[in-house]
């Protein structure tokens, strides 16, 4: 099979590097307000596992095109010879600079690639715009056009009946919003456009849609980790007879924080990897998942739960642990109790569960001092005991992952992280989140935990 190639062609500043980056999926696409930033056409080839399964070339803005109409309108015997006239002009003209950017984007279209022609929806539709539309049609590509509302959409209208009468195929295309399937739904009307590419690009879009799920399943498998190791997390130090224990501990906590803080961002360096954004910008100053934020107590109703959930969850996760110590005890005395012990246990570890998460709502983790047969003291901070630590950490990664899944690559605003998510979670999510987290504490019940916990995040990825 032939590996497609696309020409983004259009005048300067309508999104054609922003229609490139996001059909490629590559950031380091150049995109800048200036027009005329892109001097000479780069090919951005799409791959997959090393494989190219298409191509975009971002092309110079088109300048002078009713000069070169001229032209081709001058050297043009009848319709059958226009793509011979279109690639006499690119040979005519390789070192005229007047027609420099003419013949760089109309060089891979004379050499094979398809046309996907984009305009601006928020200006107005103007007969200048014949003339260039005019060249594409000689060149006798396989076309579409692509209108990008840059700022807003008060003349698609417009577009859409202009460009109707140029190309086959018209779609409204936000470069800096398109969905993962608005691009797929892209690739797949340009195989209808040219039957030798169908089976080409019918395999890309089975190919990129498997890809997307593999990299939600990645990053679901890294924030799964990324919190079992967290809430596991502990740490050690010993201290000689004679020397004061607490600066210790102050130091403890430190070294706690930043090391949590630490594997926090590279969990969140792993994700954008997953996803193929290595040039972010964040806009943390609000809220800032950089740092201190992780351990600031009184902003986690942000990320986790607040009061009233967490004594709910907490509640549940209590009696999913306390029936298990019951089971054991019924077990040993051969069912002979009937179940009480199930159901005492049960109702005491809900009851106690419901004010722990009250009562440690304000602290992360214990600092115990013990002492050493040998001498000296053991200080240890860790692992938290706080029920709604494991949701802060969820809330945080899921906001992470949703703000990268929801932009394209040619989105270079800030990412935004500043909403509370796990707010949209239902209670019976929360409630089941919250057993998961609790086995995750346990060494037998931890491994089922985090595939389900795993399953959970890419089930609720796929539907958002």
Known sequence: MSIPVFAVVGRPNKGKSSIVATLARDDSVVIEARAGSTWEAREFPMRVDGKTLYTLVDTPGIQRARAVLEWLRAHADDAASRPRVVREFVAAHQTDARFHDECALLQPIVDGAGIIYVVDG????????????????????????????????????????????????????????????????????????????????????????????????????????????????????????????????????????????????????????????????????????????????????????????????????GALLGGGAGLVFDGATAGLTGGLGTLLSGAFGAASGGVAALRYADEIAQLKVQGIPSGGKLVSYGPSCNPNFPFVLLGRALLHQQRLCSRTHADRSDLQLDTALLAQVSDTDRRQLARWFSALRQPRGAPAAREALTAWMVARTALG
């Not at 209208?157 to 295309?173: C, D, I, M, P």
């Open 122 to 317: 928020s200006v107005p539709f103007g007969a200048d715009y014949e003339a260039e539309m005019e060249i594409l049609r000689w060149t006798g590509r396989p076309s579409l056009a692509v209108i990008n509302p840059i700022d807003n959409e008060d003349y698609v209208a417009e577009w859409q009946a202009g460009l109707g009468q140029y190309f086959q195929t018209v779609r409204l295309f936000n470069a800096q919003r398109a969905e993962a399937s608005k691009q797929l739904e892209l690739l797949a009307l340009f195989g209808h456009l040219d039957e030798q590419w169908r089976a080409s690009l019918d395999r890309a879009v089975r190919v990129l849609r498997a890809e997307r799920e593999r990299e939600h399943r990645e990053a679901a498998t890294l924030i799964t980790e990324w919190i079992a190791a967290a809430v596991d997390f502990q740490l050690s130090q010993r201290v000689p007879d004679g020397l004061p224990v607490k600066p210790v501990e102050e130091l403890l906590f430190a070294r706690y924080q930043h090391e949590l803080q630490s594997r926090e961002r590279r969990c969140r360096r792993q994700i954008e990897e997953v996803y193929h954004y290595h040039r972010l910008q964040r806009n943390e100053q609000d809220i800032d998942l950089e740092a201190s934020e992780l351990f600031n107590v009184e902003q986690w109703y942000l990320w986790g739960l607040d009061r009233r959930a967490l004594a709910l969850v907490a509640a549940s996760a």
